[in-house]
């Protein structure tokens, strides 16, 4: 079964819009971690954020913005004012408490035009 | 640039022939994954050492696969008998001790084409 799911395969937005990435993921363990990560056209993966299962309190980190609902199983990711260089495929990712290995979701790619 | 390296960047080879990826983690890591990532999907676990135990294989990881890290440095990753099941991109990352200490850095990877 799949552990991370992301919907949202492609979105396309003008700079400066914001754009809201969904995650959802599926685990039976109560100690649990969500990932975000972003690979440009390099390829290379570049970690975003990590966040455990007992924080649920939402982060900004500049124009980027994360939302944990564990009611929910949800992860978002918002990028606020996004910029032409914020275009990229992003991934949401899990790891459990047994596993010392993350479960990505197939990637959500973004496009963002001038 | 003290980040993870791969090396090479890129091969393609004939099916059949065997292949050889290596990958030098951040010096002060004791961790070392590989990960597969195929068009369009995210990566997916095959391995990971700490210093130079395997510790654990996934199911993806074929008979054909196969992978070191001889000193607990750098780690290689040979795939035999190449199938065109095969082509992806082969990412490795690496991490300090305990995994929830750190997350994972990864490399550029290497992408593989088997014709």
């Known amino acids: 079964a799949q552990k991370v799911t992301q919907a949202q395969t492609e979105i396309s937005v003008v700079e400066k819009e914001d754009v809201t990435l969904d995650c959802v993921y599926e685990t039976r363990d109560t100690t649990y971690y969500l990932f975000w990560y972003k690979q440009p056209p390099s390829g290379e993966l570049v970690f975003l954020i990590r966040?455990?299962?007992?924080?649920?309190q939402n982060e900004i980190s500049g124009r980027y913005s994360w939302n944990f609902q564990k009611s929910t199983s949800s992860f978002n990711f918002t990028i606020t004012a996004s910029q032409v260089v914020d275009s990229a495929v992003y991934f949401c990712?899990?790891?459990?408490?047994?596993?010392?290995?993350?479960?990505f979701g197939a990637g959500t790619t973004v496009t963002v035009r001038a | 640039d003290t980040g993870v390296s791969q090396d090479p960047r890129h091969k393609i080879t004939k099916r059949g022939q065997n292949v050889t990826f290596r990958c030098d983690p951040i010096?002060?890591?004791?961790?070392l994954y590989w990960y597969r990532q195929t068009l369009g999907q995210g990566p997916e676990f095959l391995t990971y050492f700490q210093n130079e135990a395997q510790l654990e294989k996934s199911r993806l990881l074929s008979d054909r696969f196969s992978a070191e890290r001889p000193k607990g440095s750098f780690s290689t990753l040979e795939i035999q008998r190449t199938e065109q099941g095969d082509s992806a991109m082969y990412l490795c990352a690496s991490s300090i001790a305990g995994f929830r200490d750190s997350p994972l850095h990864f490399g550029n990877g290497t992408r593989l084409t088997v014709t």
């Open positions: 010096s002060e890591h004791n961790r």
């Open positions: 966040r455990n299962s007992f924080d649920e």
């Open positions: 990712a899990l790891s459990e408490e047994s596993a010392y290995k993350l479960s």
